[in-house]
Antibody, heavy 120, light 110 residues
Framework: QLRLQESGPGLVKPSETLSLTCTVSGGSISSSDHYWGWIRQPPGKGLEWIGS???????YYNPSLNSRVTILVDTSRNQFSLNLRSVTAADTAVYFC????????????WGQGNLVTVSS | QSALTQPPSASGPPGQSVTISCTGTSNDVGGYNYVSWYQQHPGKAPQLMIYEVIKRPSGVPDRFSGSKSGNTASLTVSGLQAEDEADYYC??????????FGGGTKLTVL
């Protein structure tokens, strides 16, 4: 059974960089049928797409976050990561990693989520 | 890209049917048959309920069904049960390897 697990700090200071890692177990990240994505959910609010990465390294970002986001993949560790630069309180959210189907663009496996608070 | 439009709330008594709408544009919902629906219980990760407009993953009850007409997709939950009470989100492929979500609908089983 595929499992995704987010890891990273729960508290980040304003203007710093938020960094999270998603570890994939029970399957290979080097799958031609899937992308690997990040989604966030501010407290009490809806889901927001952040972006995705393919095992070959190609990455795609939400235009509204494009200037601050980098998503990388490490196939040797079966992990992918999120860096969000210059954070503010508006970036406080639960961050989810998920598997995205290459065709169909649906998210069929999700991590449990990692709450990141931006505060000094 | 703008979020897809969903009603903030929906409700119905046990055993009845409820339909939740998800309105986008020709650049997302109307342009592709790549609409999916997710159920989220409080404090949990979303769970895929419908993909590619009408398809159900294994394990999802057939009480859940999806459809689309033009720029509007819909999720219908038939034979409402207490455990169906949750938040529901639609999403769609929006071109250029991007995905857009709806604002979410809180479903209450009366």
């Amino acid at each position: 059974q595929l499992r995704l697990q987010e890891s990273g700090p729960g508290l980040v200071k304003p203007s710093e960089t938020l960094s999270l890692t998603c570890t994939v177990s029970g399957g290979s990240i080097s799958s031609s049928d899937h992308y690997w994505g990040w989604i966030r959910q501010p407290p009490g609010k809806g889901l927001e797409w952040i972006g995705s990465v393919y095992y070959g390294g190609s990455s795609y970002y939400n235009p509204s976050l494009n200037s601050r986001v980098t998503i990388l993949v490490d196939t040797s560790r079966n992990q992918f990561s999120l860096n969000l630069r210059s954070v503010t309180a508006a970036d406080t959210a639960v961050y989810f990693c998920a598997r995205l189907m290459y065709y169909g663009d649906y998210l069929d496996y999700w991590g449990q989520g990692n709450l990141v608070t931006v505060s000094s | 890209q703008s979020a897809l439009t969903q009603p903030p709330s929906a409700s119905g008594p046990p055993g009845q049917s409820v339909t939740i709408s998800c309105t986008g544009t020709s650049n997302d919902v109307g342009g592709y048959n790549y609409v999916s629906w997710y159920q989220q219980h409080p404090g949990k990760a979303p769970q895929l309920m419908i993909y590619e407009v009408i398809k159900r993953p294994s394990g999802v009850p057939d009480r859940f069904s999806g459809s689309k007409s033009g720029n509007t997709a819909s999720l219908t939950v038939s034979g409402l049960q207490a455990e169906d009470e949750a938040d529901y989100y639609c999403s769609s492929y929006a071109g250029s390897n991007n995905v857009v979500f709806g604002g979410g609908t809180k479903l209450t089983v009366l």
